[in-house]
């Protein structure tokens, strides 16, 4: 890809040097895209993504200081000229960081107008340039969506706003997004409610909200498939920040919510480990409650921090964290039917060089990649399989068969216990050998990553 641009001066393409690099800064040791690990590449299984709003926007601003970021397009002070220069730096690093999606937020690509005609031609100009590049580049975006947070006017929300002109407005923010969509091939579009909560219930009307916030996903839906954009529509849950509570609380919540406004049909899940780590769950276990509900969608890549209460977006490199997403993507024959890797994330606010950009997801990709093949031994030896069907055998025969079959009933099952002593009961049952299960995964964690 020739992007007639040097704005990531002295970076060449990264390239997988394998594990023995241990002090490659600018080299892939797990990642190397066309290995074939379980059956396809690499690149298949993960589809890693950057993010336009963290990565070219984000400024590494925290609660408590301005920002520090160093990049390359800072010399531009025109809005405009500003938001172009920085779609000509993103092909350039894209190309040179060897990915083949991004994702984007409306907002994030260029500034809004005094009226949303105006805020719409200065996107559309921004997206005119986008569509060239990928005409070039063959690059994709594996999802959009529009921010109704950040602006004043989302306030209270924007679908479950309780002013009328708002949730008008969002609507209509929402259908040139969605045409958007269209236009750059996205092949999933993402609602992720900013501040689609409450704060206190004594003012709230929490039916209602609900309700038109379903309104409006239906809408979104129905508008989509009337303009052709075939797109994998999901929702993002998150449990609270910036609202005291959101109602896609969780994966769980959300699926509840969906089934309840009819939305399970046309609607998967976009899940995120800093979020899981909020609602109080790990990872893991939301890509289990949405897989085990056939509604996986996509997953964006990042981590929290338990010493820290707010969403710090940090890039992933707990090996152990991402081994278990992966271990529940391959349980799923991949992320989802369209879904990838988002790194919604972004550097420390000391790690603050324009190259540390390059150097952070060198580091999210090196750990979803060293988590596949970990997962995928684990799989490939049937530890984890046969470990959890030896805990379950007892439903294989006998009482067991009798309640998995639903042959028996509540008679049936009175008369199998009444003389079952506590020895007896107590016999039925035998170790898990926990600890034993998690030193036996660290050894697979070592053992892989060494070969």
């Not at 379980?38 to 993010?51: I, N, P, Q, Y």
């Not at 991402?322 to 606010?349: C, H, Q, S």
């Not at 509540?410 to 034993?436: C, F, I, N, P, R």
Request: glycine share 8%.
């Amino acid at each position: 890809m020739d992007t007639k641009t040097n704005y990531w001066n002295g970076i060449d393409k990264i390239q997988y040097v394998g594990h023995q690099d241990k002090k490659s800064s600018f080299g892939f040791q797990y990642y190397n895209p066309e290995e074939v690990i379980a059956g396809k590449k690499m690149k298949d299984w993960l589809r890693f993504s950057v993010a336009y709003w963290h990565t070219f926007d984000q400024r590494l601003v925290d609660p408590f200081g301005d920002g520090t970021a160093q990049r390359p397009y800072d010399n531009y002070t025109d809005p405009m000229d500003l938001a172009l220069a920085k779609v000509d730096a993103a092909f350039e690093f894209y190309d040179k960081l060897g990915v083949d999606y991004l994702c984007f937020h409306d907002r994030d690509l260029a500034p809004e107008g005094d009226t949303l005609r105006q805020t719409n031609a200065n996107l559309d100009k921004v997206v005119d340039k986008i569509v060239e590049y990928q005409k070039t580049t063959g690059m994709k975006v594996l999802w959009n969506t529009s921010n109704m947070f950040s602006n004043p006017r989302f306030v209270d929300g924007a679908a479950t706003s309780p002013f009328a002109d708002v949730f008008a407005y969002s609507a209509a923010q929402l259908k040139h997004s969605l045409e958007i969509g269209k236009r750059v091939g996205s092949e999933n579009y993402v609602f992720w409610g900013g501040r689609e909560g409450y704060e206190s219930l004594w003012n709230t009307n929490m039916k209602q909200e609900q309700e038109h916030a379903a309104k409006l996903f239906h809408l979104a839906k129905d508008y989509a498939n009337e303009i052709g954009f075939d797109a994998q529509m999901m929702l993002e849950p998150k449990p609270k920040e910036p609202t005291t509570h959101q109602y896609d609380f969780d994966a769980a919540t959300t699926i509840a919510f969906m089934k309840e406004y009819d939305l399970d049909k046309d609607f998967k899940l976009n899940l995120e480990g800093n979020h899981a780590n909020l609602a109080g769950h790990t990872y893991q276990h939301e890509i289990r409650v949405a897989r085990e509900a056939g509604l996986l969608g996509s997953l964006d890549a990042n981590q929290g921090d338990k010493l820290i209460g707010w969403d710090i977006d940090e890039f992933p490199s707990n090996l152990y964290a991402t081994t278990a997403a992966m271990y529940e993507v391959i349980e799923n024959g991949g992320i989802g039917p369209r879904g990838g890797l988002n790194f919604d994330a972004k550097p420390r606010r000391s790690s603050f060089e324009a190259n540390d950009l390059f150097r952070s997801h060198i580091v999210g990709m090196d750990s979803f990649a060293a988590g596949l093949r970990i997962a995928a031994a684990m799989k490939e030896d049937g530890f984890l399989d046969n470990l959890k069907a030896d805990r379950y055998s007892s439903y294989k025969s006998g009482i067991g068969a009798d309640i998995e079959s639903g042959k028996a009933d509540l008679k049936s099952l009175e008369d199998y216990s009444l003389d079952k002593t506590q020895a007896d009961l107590v016999g039925a049952t035998h170790s898990d050998h926990l600890e034993q299960v998690k030193d036996t995964i660290n050894h697979y964690i070592v053992e892989t990553l060494s070969k």
